[in-house]
């Protein structure tokens, strides 16, 4: 059986190399987190917009009834 050793040189690269790489993946995590973070911001203000606009969906058709009684309303007191 042969065991693989490793003299300090050699060590110390892998060390690192492990670090590099380690560094790299927590940028990584910071860029993920980031875009997690505006997501989340994007989609809470799609879901306000649609609310405000199913109010506004909702709110025309009384208005323009409304209006219209008036005008009728008008038009009869003219007379």
Do not use: C, H
Request: hydrophobic content about 45%; glycine content about 4%; cysteine-free.
């Amino acid at each position: 059986m042969t065991e693989n050793w490793y003299d300090n040189k050699a060590l110390l690269e892998k060390i690192d190399t492990l670090d590099s790489k380690i560094d790299g993946l927590r940028t990584d995590l910071e860029s993920t987190r980031t875009l997690i973070r505006d997501y989340n911001n994007l989609r809470q203000k799609v879901e306000d917009t649609a609310g405000k606009v199913n109010m506004l969906m909702w709110l025309t058709p009384i208005a323009v009834a409304a209006v219209g009684v008036l005008v009728a309303f008008l038009n009869f007191m003219m007379r």
